[in-house]
């Protein structure tokens, strides 16, 4: 759980114990603290001069990231050193996303967090207490890939326009030809898709979804999330049902046999 709290940190580092120049110059100075709208502050200790990045580009960042003057993580530890992640996809906090979209390849900058664009009330596990300031004493944007579209979100908006096959056949033109070298891939991105849909609370579509994704890619953990979908739609017989033949695929899966029990209870109660 420590990792998962602080690859989720690799988002901001807070420097407590810096005094801060206040006011905007023109252009970048080394040094010289600028403050965001949002209350992030960051400094430039050097100035790179690769690719700018933008949504859909690959990062690889080497991050140390503190905690009232303590480092609590720091990239380092990794196998290659370097932190990489989609801008604009992959899940980090919105300090960590604001800043990443402030940078180009080469930047290496101090970046300070206030607890409203990190992890707030809530911290993070026994890492990150709350209402933290994160402070990231070292980010360096070692790589800005190149651009590529990203899955989830044109499937998102084929299906503002039309319906589960529509969506199905974009994802198999896009996977099956050259197409998939213009696009960041991965079933992360089918999850994404049904997060969101249940987020807006579109579970009906959320399920046939999840169940068309699941047929095609064999894929037990969108059959699962149909379940949750039936589920959140009152359809708690068939989630029982679907969910006891999921097990019989994945009898050791603890999540899915405790929601069993959990759907079990709700039908004795009816």
């Given amino acids: 759980m420590r990792n998962i709290y602080l690859l989720m940190v690799v ?3 807070g420097l407590n114990a810096c005094s801060f120049s206040k006011g905007k110059t023109e252009g970048i100075v080394l040094g010289d603290t600028i403050q965001t709208a949002s209350g992030l502050k960051y400094y430039y200790e050097k100035i790179g001069k690769g690719r700018k990045v933008e949504v859909g580009c690959e990062l690889g960042a080497f991050l140390s990231l503190k905690v009232d003057g303590k480092v609590v993580w720091t990239s380092e530890e990794e196998p290659d050193s ?9 899940r980090v906090i919105k300090g960590f996303a604001e800043v990443s979209m402030l940078l180009r390849e080469g930047d290496e900058i ?3 967090l206030p607890d409203s664009i990190a992890y707030g009330a809530r911290g993070a596990g026994d ?4 209402h933290a300031t994160l402070v990231y004493d070292k980010f360096k944007m070692v790589k800005v890939g190149e651009h590529k579209g990203i899955l989830a979100d044109t499937l998102l908006k084929t299906l503002e326009f039309g319906d589960e096959e529509a969506v199905m056949e974009k994802y198999i ?6 197409d998939s070298l213009k696009y960041h891939i991965g079933q992360d991105h089918l999850y994404r898709i049904w997060d969101k849909l249940s987020k807006a609370d579109q579970h009906k579509q959320a399920a ?9 890619t064999k894929d037990n953990k969108l059959w699962y999330k149909m379940v949750l979908s039936l589920e959140n739609l009152g359809e708690i017989k068939e989630a029982k049902e679907n969910l006891e033949i999921l097990i019989g695929k994945e009898p050791s899966n603890k999540e899915m046999a405790d929601k069993l029990i959990e ?8």
Avoid: M, N, R, W
């Avoid at 890492?127 to 709350?130: C, F, M």
């Avoid at 759907?263 to 009816?270: G, V």
């Fill in 11 to 13: 988002t901001l580092i």
């Fill in 82 to 90: 370097l932190y990489t992640y989609i801008a604009g996809f992959s």
């Fill in 110 to 112: 101090v970046a300070i």
């Fill in 127 to 130: 890492v990150i207490s709350p």
């Fill in 173 to 178: 033109q896009i996977t099956t030809t050259s």
């Fill in 208 to 216: 046939e979804i999840a169940a068309c994704f699941a047929d095609v």
């Fill in 263 to 270: 759907l079990k209870a709700k039908l004795s109660e009816k």
